[in-house]
């Protein structure tokens, strides 16, 4: 199991691997086994894949180039978020010392 969390964890994949999993098929398997697949929320979310898979080469935006943009924002969204929640310095000075630029960095 310790294998497997480390393979999980390696950064190549756990991002371009694992959090769009996650996304794509966690969100839909997560949505379906707790509202049903005729929720509101999961019609939703299939809805808009059909449509945005639809009615993007209405508009020249090949459908293929779209879910590469999608895969490509969910990463570096993922990236943020990480990044946000695994670096937590804190700026602490004394009150004589305290600088607003500093603590808003």
Not at 8 to 16: A, D, L, M, Q
Not at 24 to 53: D, Q
Request: aromatic share 18%; charged share 15%.
């Amino acid at each position: 199991m310790k294998i497997l969390v480390r393979i999980v964890r390696e950064p190549v994949i756990f991002f371009f691997v694992t959090a769009p999993f996650v996304w794509f098929v966690g969100l839909f398997y997560g949505i379906s086994r707790k509202e049903g697949i005729i929720s509101a929320s999961f019609i939703e979310k299939m809805l808009s894949v059909v449509i945005f898979t639809w009615v993007c080469p209405l508009f020249g935006i090949s459908a293929l180039g779209m879910w590469i943009t999608v895969y490509m924002t969910n990463i570096m969204g993922t990236m943020l978020f990480h990044l946000q929640h695994s670096v937590n310095l804190p700026y602490r000075e004394r009150k004589e010392k305290w600088n607003f630029a500093k603590a808003a960095l």
